[in-house]
């Protein structure tokens, strides 16, 4: 079942993405059976109790208690299934064993209809934010006269990612709740206005060559960032794109957010600079021949 489930699912680019497979196999051959039982209970019901077999109304009912097994068997099995799987597959995700004494700690921010994705740049300190610095320039509201935010990185619908970390992703909403969903990394997780919710995974898989932005976009395989709650007149709209890449790959591409984050230095006329080499030249002169004049005089 879970190969052939495999066949139209995204893959599985994460540490913890096998066993929540496995859990959606079992929950589809459980499916199965109920619904190739339950219809072919259905055929003998229509049969067994057909009018020309029973032309008389019976007021007393079925009398075996056969579909009552049934119902407490099926009961009984899916509280294998949340007890047994589901619950502590849950309790190692919310609480997850690592090895990675710095896990990499990202900030998503979702707003009608858009990702802010916020990253604390090198030092790894996040600038401060403040609801009153919003604007349509300044999507999560930072301080960048700050000094811890002067190296901060935001970015709207994209959200690259290192390969072989331990990711936690701080979730929150700035209007509705929105549903963040990365397939491939098997994560699903409500955001929700008012709180900070951690989604922890670890990426082991990098994104192939013809999921990258953007030429992915073109081809339709791109690794997507869904919104899978409906959050609005354009919730289809709420598309971002993510990339897991390599460690060398991300630190280069946040050198180049960092080059972008530097202020531009004015280009100097090719007139001024000549004059301020001659103006250099002369000082420097006068300085030797004040110096010359003084030995003299002594």
């Not at 707003?111 to 300190?125: A, L």
């Not at 460690?247 to 000549?274: G, H, K, R, Y």
């Amino acid at each position: 079942m879970q190969s052939f489930l495999a066949r139209w699912m995204p893959i599985d680019a994460s540490s913890h993405g096998a066993p929540l497979d496995r859990m959606n196999a079992m929950v589809h051959w459980l499916m199965l059976v109920l619904f190739v039982g339950w219809g072919l209970y259905f055929l003998y019901v229509l049969y067994r109790f057909r009018a020309s077999a029973n032309p008389k109304a019976s007021h007393e009912g079925a009398k075996s208690h056969f579909s009552s097994y049934i119902e407490a068997g099926v009961a009984i099995v899916e509280v294998i299934l949340l007890v047994g799987f589901a619950i502590p597959a849950w309790a190692s995700w919310v609480s997850p064993e690592t090895s990675d004494p710095e896990p990499f700690v990202v900030r998503v921010v979702a707003q009608q209809f858009q990702w802010n994705v916020h990253y604390p740049g090198p030092d790894g300190v996040f600038g401060p934010t403040d609801v009153s610095l919003l604007s349509n320039t300044n999507f999560v509201g930072l301080d960048r006269a700050d000094p811890a935010a002067a190296d901060d990185v935001v970015m709207i619908n994209q959200m690259p990612l290192p390969v072989d970390r331990d990711i936690t992703v701080m979730l929150s909403s700035k209007d509705v709740i929105h549903g963040f969903f990365l397939p491939q990394m098997r994560v699903k997780q409500d955001a929700v206005p008012g709180l900070a919710i951690p989604v922890r995974f670890r990426a082991v898989t990098a994104t192939p060559a013809d999921g990258l932005f953007p030429g992915c976009f073109q081809t339709k395989t791109c690794w997507e960032i869904a919104c899978a709650q409906l959050c609005g007149l354009t919730h289809y709209r709420m598309q971002g794109y993510y990339t897991i890449q390599s460690q060398d790959s991300f630190d280069a591409w946040m050198d180049e957010q960092q080059a972008l984050l530097q202020p531009a230095q004015p280009a100097q006329p090719a007139q001024a600079t000549d004059e301020a080499q001659a103006d250099s030249s002369a000082a420097a002169a006068g300085g030797t021949e004040a110096d010359e004049h003084a030995d003299a005089s002594q």
